[in-house]
Every structure is written in C-alpha cells, then in structure tokens.
C-alpha cells in the first residue's frame, strides 16, 4: 500500500474516531436525560399525593405508587397480583364489580365512592377515578385513588350542625308563634280590660294614675314581646320573603338609631334560595347591621343585594363617620371577635366576608354568597 493511501486511511480513521466521540457523548447525554426522566417520573407517580394503581382484566393488581400502597397499608410488593375487589367493603362489592364493568364501556373517566377495609380494623373512604385504556399488558384499568375521609367526617359535621340549625328554627318559630299569639295577645286582652276600667268612675286621682300607670306599663311589654318575637322569628320572612324582612330591618334601624337608610334590592336575586339559606341569610344581614351601629358613627347607611357574576351579593355603604374596619384589624383572625364570628357563619354558607374603603371615604361590609352553594345549601 503506497504513502498517498496510507495517509488517506489514517484520515478517515481519524474522521471516525472523532464521529465517534460524538456519538458517545451524545449518548451520554441521552442516558443522562433519560436518568433525570426517569427521576422525574419516580417523583411524578411515587410520591404523587393520590394513590395511581392499574388494573389487569380480572382486576388484579399489576402496578402500583408508593403513595398507593401507603394507603392500602401494605408492601407494594405484598399488593401486587391481589384482585383489588379483595378490599371492597362488603357492602360496597357489587357496586364495584358493576362499575369495573362499566369503566369498559367508556372512553371518558369513570368516578366511584368507595369503602376499602385495609386489615386490623382500618378503613378508608376513597374516591376512585377509573379509565380503561391499551397498554402493553393488554386492556387495563387505570386508577386514580384519593382519601375523602377527611371531607366525609367534614359533611356529616355539616349535616348534623344543618340538622341542629333547622331544629333551632323550629324551635324558634314554634317560641315566636306562643309569644305572638298566646302571651301578646293574653296581655292585649289585658289591657283592653284596664281601658274599660278606666273609662268608668274611679274614686281617687291616685287611682287614675296607677290605671295609666299599669296601662303604660302593658304598652311596653306588649311592645317587647313583638320585637323579641320577630327577633326569634320574623313572619314577614316567612310570609313575605327575604326582601320584606330586610325592609324592616332598615326601617326598624332608623327608628332605633336614628340613621338614614336606603334600600336597593334586586328582586330576582333570591329566587332559587332554599328557606333554610333564606333564614341564615336574613340573620347574617341583620348581625352585619348589628355590626355597623356598635363599631361606628353612622349619619347614613345604604344596603344593596344583587346577583353578579353567578354570587349573591349583599353590601353595606356607610357614611365616612364608620370607623370599624381599623378597630377591627386586632381581632381579624379572632373566631370569637363579632368580625369572626361574621366571617366564620360567611364561611359556612360558602362565602366571603370582606371590609373595606373606598377612595371617598364610604366605608362597605360585603357578603358574597356563590349561586351554586346557595341552591346546594
């Protein structure tokens, strides 16, 4: 082999090593992309906060996440191959059988609520996501797994204290009725008596005026057993809605305060409210105006309900004499605050209490009901 060839070959040798070592390197940064994909995906289904599982055809268990088998309370290992059917609940087994043979026939994802018993006693309250794709096991179930344990016990909290709240309406209501109708009306009666005796001869002045006496008396009780009867629970809310009962509540402030006040109410705005939210909603508008008087100098109040934007809307504007929000901001996170208090009943309706001011000085508490929650309540 002559020079010239010689050296052609050392070039292309050369030109080889060198492709190569690029080869080689790019290799090393595909393994190195692959290393942090797959610590990645390690992270992503692991430790993912809900437990992933995938079922074979039968609805055994071919794989599993870490997170997964922390909830079962069992090895992964110890899970995998067991029929997932095995930690139904008994009472709960045919709903999932029937819904494993459900999930088969869609394309979308499939919910379930189930019971699980995990062993030595234990139970969870799973919310199950199941999807039935092609994988290279063949046709199997993906499932995605959360605990709503926690939002269980939190509904059945919430039920028991609506449970409570309507037997309190009731009692109420029932209180209301007997006051209204048995003792006001006896203490009417009563009264109507003493305007008989009066209008006949009495023997002395001292008399008269023990008569006007106890009549003046009468008036006041009368009048005390009304208010403490529409307190305990108003008629008008019963027989004509919340807008009348809000009405009220306005004029009934600018006899007692001394405020000017001026309604602006939606008419549509609590058609769909169911009469339980009607009611906690009438208490929370008159706790707010309760609120308003104690925490500052009012010269004028404006009360606003509307619907924007799929919420129900309720606002007070007060004049620039209202001062609370900065005496307020103390007892902002204070459950046992009046502003609290407020904000923990607006929780519990699924609203929003909110205090602010305005550019000019107009002062505004605003409670924000979600339409949706309203109807659900």
Not at 125 to 149: A, H, K, P, W, Y
Not at 246 to 271: S, Y
């Amino acid at each position: 082999m002559n020079e010239p060839r010689v050296r052609s070959l050392m070039h292309d040798l050369k030109v080889h090593e060198v492709e190569l070592e690029m080869q080689n390197e790019e290799l090393r940064r595909i393994q190195i992309d692959l290393a942090l994909a797959r610590d990645r995906y390690v992270n992503l289904y692991d430790f993912s906060p809900v437990g992933y599982f995938t079922l074979d055809g039968h609805g055994a268990i071919i794989e599993v996440n870490l997170t997964g088998s922390t909830m079962m309370g069992e090895v992964r290992s110890n899970l995998l191959g067991r029929n997932f059917r095995g930690f139904v609940a008994a009472a709960d087994s045919m709903r999932w059988q029937h819904h494993f043979e459900l999930a088969g026939l869609h394309d979308a994802p499939q919910r379930i609520e189930l019971r699980l018993n995990l062993g030595d006693d234990k139970s969870l309250e799973g919310q199950l996501d199941c999807l039935m794709v092609n994988s290279g096991f063949g046709q199997v179930l993906r499932v995605t797994m959360t605990d709503i344990g926690v939002r269980k016990q939190a509904e059945s909290q919430r039920q028991a204290a609506d449970a409570l709240i309507d037997a309190g309406e009731m009692e109420r209501g029932r209180l209301s009725v007997e006051l209204h109708e048995d003792l006001g009306q006896n203490l009417s009666a009563l009264k109507m008596e003493l305007a008989s005796l009066a209008s006949g001869p009495l023997d002395t002045i001292e008399q008269v005026k023990r008569v006007q006496a106890m009549q003046l008396t009468l008036d006041n009780a009368v009048s005390a057993i009304r208010r403490i009867a529409i307190d305990m629970r108003p008629r008008m809310l019963d027989d004509l809605g919340l807008h009348a009962a809000i009405e009220w509540l306005a004029r009934d402030l600018e006899q007692r305060v001394g405020v000017d006040v001026t309604v602006h109410l939606d008419e549509q705005a609590h058609a769909s409210l169911s009469q339980s939210t009607t009611i906690a909603i009438y208490r929370m508008v008159k706790d707010m105006l309760t609120y308003v008087v104690q925490h500052g100098h009012l010269t004028h109040l404006d009360i606003e309900m509307r619907e924007q934007d799929g919420e129900l809307v309720f606002n007070l504007l007060g004049s620039s004499g209202w001062t609370y929000v900065e005496a307020d901001k103390r007892h902002d996170k204070d459950k046992n605050s009046a502003a609290g208090s407020l904000r923990e009943r607006a929780r519990w309706l699924g609203g929003q209490l909110r205090l602010d001011e305005s550019v000019s000085g107009v002062q505004r508490l605003s409670l924000t009901v979600p339409t949706p929650a309203v109807a659900a309540s």
